[in-house]
Antibody, heavy 118, light 110 residues
Framework: QVQLVESGGGVVQSGGSLRLSCATS????????MHWVRQAPGKGLEWVAF????????WYADSVKGRFTISRDNSKNTLFLQMNSLRPEDTAMYYC???????????WGQGTLVTVSS | QSALTQPPSASGSPGQSVTISCTGT?????????VSWYQQHPGKAPRLIIY???RRPSGVPDRFSGSKSGNTASLIVSGLQAEDEADYYC??????????FGGGTKLTVL
C-alpha cells in the first residue's frame, strides 16, 4: 500500500532553516509528481510547492517563493522541502502529497509540525 | 492567488443531502475541470474524495458527488451518515503552475 512518512519538523527561531523529508513506499516514486501542502493550526489547507517526477521544473506558492526549495531523490524514494528565512506565519503542519496526474492529491502523509518562534 | 470561497459551515440530519459550494474565478474553478474535494477528520490527514469535478477515487462511496457551473463547484453528500461529519476543502488548478484551496467547510451531522 502507498505510504508517505514526513519527518524533520520542530521548533525553530524566526529567520532559521529546516529541512523536511518525506519517505515514500508502495508506488513507483520516480514516475509521479509530488507536492507539499501545509495547514496552520486551526486553519485551512495551503498548497506550498510542486516538483515534476524528473525534477525538470518546480512550482511554488507566492508565499514561499525564494525561501523554500522542493527537491527529490528518486534513488531513495524521498521528497524534501528546504525551508529558509522562516517566519512565524510559516508555523503549520506540513504534508507531503502524491499527485494523481489529474491535478489532485491522492495520497497524503500524516504530516510533520513546524513551529517558528519570534 | 486568493483562496476559493466556501461556506464556513453546513449541516444536515442523517439520511438527508447537503451541498457545499466552492466559488472561484475564471482563472481557477471556471477555467479548468481540475476541481477536487478533500475530507479531513480532526487530527487526520486530508483524504481525496472527488477529482476532475465529478470523478470518485476507488473506495469513496457514491454518496459523494461533484458538479460545476461557471465559477462555482459543488460537493453533494447524499444519505448523510455520522461519519461524514468532518471538514471539507475544495481545490482547483489556478493557472498553469499553481493550485488553490478553499477556506474549508465544517459539516455537522445533526
Amino acid at each position: 500500500q502507498v505510504q508517505l512518512v514526513e519527518s524533520g519538523g520542530g521548533v525553530v527561531q524566526s529567520g532559521g532553516s529546516l529541512r523536511l523529508s518525506c519517505a515514500t513506499s508502495g508506488f513507483t516514486f520516480r514516475s509521479y509528481n509530488m507536492h507539499w501542502v501545509r495547514q496552520a493550526p486551526g486553519k485551512g489547507l495551503e498548497w506550498v510547492a510542486f516538483v515534476w517526477h524528473d525534477e525538470h521544473d518546480k512550482w511554488y506558492a507566492d508565499s514561499v517563493k525564494g525561501r523554500f526549495t522542493i527537491s527529490r531523490d528518486n534513488s531513495k524514494n524521498t521528497l524534501f522541502l528546504q525551508m529558509n528565512s522562516l517566519r512565524p506565519e510559516d508555523t503549520a503542519m506540513y504534508y507531503c502529497a502524491k499527485d494523481n496526474t489529474a491535478w489532485a492529491f491522492d495520497y497524503w502523509g500524516q504530516g510533520t509540525l513546524v513551529t517558528v518562534s519570534s | 492567488q486568493s483562496a476559493l470561497t466556501q461556506p464556513p459551515s453546513a449541516s444536515g440530519s442523517p439520511g438527508q443531502s447537503v451541498t457545499i459550494s466552492c466559488t472561484g474565478t475564471s482563472s481557477d474553478v471556471g477555467g479548468y475541470n481540475h476541481v477536487s474535494w478533500y475530507q479531513q477528520h480532526p487530527g487526520k490527514a486530508p483524504r481525496l474524495i472527488i477529482y476532475e469535478v465529478i470523478r470518485r477515487p476507488s473506495g469513496v462511496p457514491d454518496r459523494f458527488s461533484g458538479s460545476k457551473s461557471g465559477n462555482t463547484a459543488s460537493l453533494i453528500v447524499s444519505g448523510l451518515q455520522a461519519e461524514d461529519e468532518a471538514d471539507y476543502y475544495c481545490n482547483s488548478q489556478a493557472g498553469t503552475s499553481s493550485w488553490v484551496f478553499g477556506g474549508g467547510t465544517k459539516l455537522t451531522v445533526l
